[in-house]
């Protein structure tokens, strides 16, 4: 049994809601998920996330604060949640009052992306480090940005949208009118498409599952030239957007997680060769490029160690 | 006569070093300009910069403080100048050391980007916000970033890189190998040469100094349709590149400042509807998109400021 405050962390999705009490780097016990489509709107979900809150509680009475990540604008300050893209019914929902109205426990909400990011800076691959560019790669590219020490939040609580930089001043159009956002390249479902229409140029076409980012890592590691080719794409697109980062932030390291980070070599390799092509010597000699030590469970570390923090129990 | 502690301003340049000495956001005294090339070597350079500091003294006893803007990679902790890419000889050069030891005064010594910056946060156009973006668009294209009120500086000291960052992953290679790097499009020499390019394809080939960015200025401003879409497709490229730092660091505002932006409106509308149209609203709806207050005396200004708060004379 450890010494060190206890913290709840809840991970809010569109799927399912995801709560665990977390002990430094560890989830030590996890609540069953709530699935986030049966609620009718937030009253009743923040009703179930209370009612799972104390179930843990009762088991863990050391729990100091709750850390809740959203997927979706947040105001950290006032714990609002301003909008969510795919949950019905989520709009101007001051959580953090409800929840500690609820608890009675300190309750922080942030932007999930920035869980992640505080995850991996205060107990994974970040740890020590003043400057930071953490990136989550999977059907959405999300992205959080740490400098001089400190979570880079901005005037309006958006920063780290890295999924939605451009690589291309003239490239395809995205979510919000902008032209080239990575997002719009290296997104699961964009690498599916890149990969169905070179299979098919090449008179071999695919189905969409073979040409899943999983599928295609297995046909790269199995040689297929191919499947080689598309990740050396996606190495090089998201090197693009990491080099901005670099040039503008000469970060100590840059952290890659989510879906698409798991297909390893096969994607850091090329993103650390692009890279280093690309910047010159201070931008690049000490830059450590490494994958996200925290899979599905960064969510839940982060907003837990955030919560801790922010409660005044650092770690 | 103000009670504010003076401080004197360097503007180290390729050209030539200006001097002068600096009161709040005012130079109320500029000492002769030194001509860069005319020294072998940092050592005499540095004798003729302490020279002429002691005679800027001699009228100003209230000096508390130096501050040097250099062109290139500096350490602003230690006060060394890594490399200048345009002065022979200057290379892992302890400036501060050696001229706080010529002068008895404390030295700092900053990168020029970062200078200008200073003086715009403090002085200037940047007044009062926490997360700013500086540009300065010329022969180059430097930057700066500001993020929760402090200037980011980086690992190695090389961050606000924006002219460096890509614009099109398949672009023209830069500098550094860096593929479609801003500065390699809306640079001086690069303006020139699309208009250049732009003319002799409309039938109407014109000389370099018809399409230097002045005369391209005078000539949108008379109605000529090619250098209306030239400053369109500047201002487009640009707010690319800002762009990408609005998305990654949500700031309070944009401040432009260096030759080119002196085409005004030209370069400012552009720049404002390309952002618009690419960004959401938590992005752009309360962000500021304005020129530099300060023109060539930013950088004496900024290093003044600067000085004086590192010395503990905050402004």
Redesign the interface.
Known sequence: MSDTPLAIGIDFGGTSVKTGVVDGSEVIDHAPPIATPEFEGPEELIDAIARTVEDLRARHPGVKAIGVGMPG?VNFETGTV?NLTNVRGWTNIGLKALLEAKTGLPVTVENDANCMAFAEWKQGAGRG???LICMTLGTGVG?A?I??G?L???????????G???????GRPGA?????ALEDYVGNNEITASARVAYEAAGDPKGAEQCSPAALAAAANAGDPIALKIWDDVG??IA?AA???C??????AIIIGGGVAKAGKLVFDPITKHLH????G??K???KIVPARFGNEAGIVGAAVLALETAGHPG
Do not use: K
């Not at 939605?164 to 003239?170: G, K, L, V």
């Not at 040039?247 to 100590?252: M, T």
């Open positions: 604008f301003y480090f003043q400057h992205g940005v400098a001089n400190q880079v939040r901005g005037a309006r609580h958006g920063a780290g949208e890295i939605q930089t451009s690589i291309d001043y003239q919000y009118g902008n032209l080239g090089r697109m693009t080099m901005n980062c040039w503008l932030l000469n970060p100590d092509e690309q910047l010159s201070p931008f000699d000490d830059l």
